[in-house]
């Protein structure tokens, strides 16, 4: 039953990663605070959320040993 849930974990990480570099070129290229301030919290908070899932998924069970 678990075997899927390895390559889910992978693919959420992987995403995740995506998001945290689309905040940071978003911080890069923005022109003022308030645009690279919503760009880097909301990407940053999805891809922390998406990598705390795939985290989940990679752990062994709950509660943790």
Aim: aromatic share 10%.
């Amino acid at each position: 039953m678990t075997e899927w849930l390895h390559p889910l974990g992978h693919g959420l990480i992987v995403a995740g990663l995506i998001f945290f570099v689309a905040g940071s070129l978003g911080l890069i290229r923005f022109p003022d605070l308030y645009a690279r301030l919503h760009a880097l919290t909301k990407a940053d908070n999805l891809g922390l959320g998406l990598i705390c899932l795939g985290l989940a998924c990679q752990a062994p069970g709950w509660p943790p040993r």
